[in-house]
């Protein structure tokens, strides 16, 4: 199993581009996550699905939209790039028990100037 | 106030050395606790969890005090590939995670 994997692993945008973060996990997991760590900081959750064509948001969602038409895949798309979103994105699945432990992919180094 | 909070350090001790972190919580609904481990540049991998009054896995153990709403985790016989950061985490019924900070460890020769 490769897990959760995350495409690109870096990318430069500038200010008012856009771009999709593509998240991808084989285990059958039905919950799936976006977060976004600025230097020094912890994980804030930008948005979250509880199942295919479930979504809702999380902490920070603005500036941000995500879709979920399959269990295996969670976008991430942000309209209009600001300097603000210049961030690690991680996406991260787990399954449905009473741990709930999340898996993490690799990450997406964002820079937008 | 936030939910998890952590002492970000960093915690500069030589190998084979003891170190403790701690991490208090403020939701006393949180239903379980994890210590992931992150290292520079890298996602984050669960270390541990924590349940009821705490475990051990080897050199580190975790311990869950709920009347004081804290956390530890303790390393014993440091390593030198124990540097990393250590994010104390606090999980809800509804499969959120809350992240703390993280505090970061530094073992040194």
Wanted: hydrophobic share 30%; net charge positive; with cysteine.
């Amino acid at each position: 199993n490769a897990g959760v994997t995350q495409t690109p692993k870096f990318r430069i945008l500038k200010i008012g581009q856009s771009m999709t973060l593509q998240c991808t996990q084989d285990m059958n997991h039905n919950y799936m996550y976006w977060y976004r760590q600025d230097p020094g900081m912890g994980l804030k959750l930008i948005y979250y699905s509880v199942g295919a064509g479930i979504t809702d948001k999380g902490e920070v969602p603005n500036g941000y939209n995500v879709s979920r038409s399959t269990t295996e895949d969670f976008p991430l798309r942000l309209e209009l790039a600001a300097p603000s979103q210049t961030s690690v994105y991680f996406c991260a699945s787990s399954k449905i028990d009473r741990y709930h432990e999340q898996y993490f992919g690799p990450g997406t180094r964002l820079t937008v100037t | 106030r936030k939910e998890v909070e952590q002492d970000p350090g960093p915690f500069n001790v030589p190998e084979g050395a003891t170190v403790a972190f701690n991490c208090t919580y403020s939701n006393s609904a949180s239903q379980s606790f994890f210590w992931y481990r992150q290292d520079c540049r890298k996602e984050p991998k669960l270390l541990m969890s924590v349940y009821s009054s705490g475990n051990e896995d080897g050199r580190f153990t975790a311990q869950l005090n709920r009347a004081s709403q804290y956390i530890s985790l303790l390393i014993r016989d440091s390593k030198l590939s124990d540097s990393a950061t250590y994010l104390c985490v606090g999980g809800d019924a509804g499969n959120m995670l809350t992240f703390g900070g993280g505090t970061r460890l530094m073992v040194k020769p």
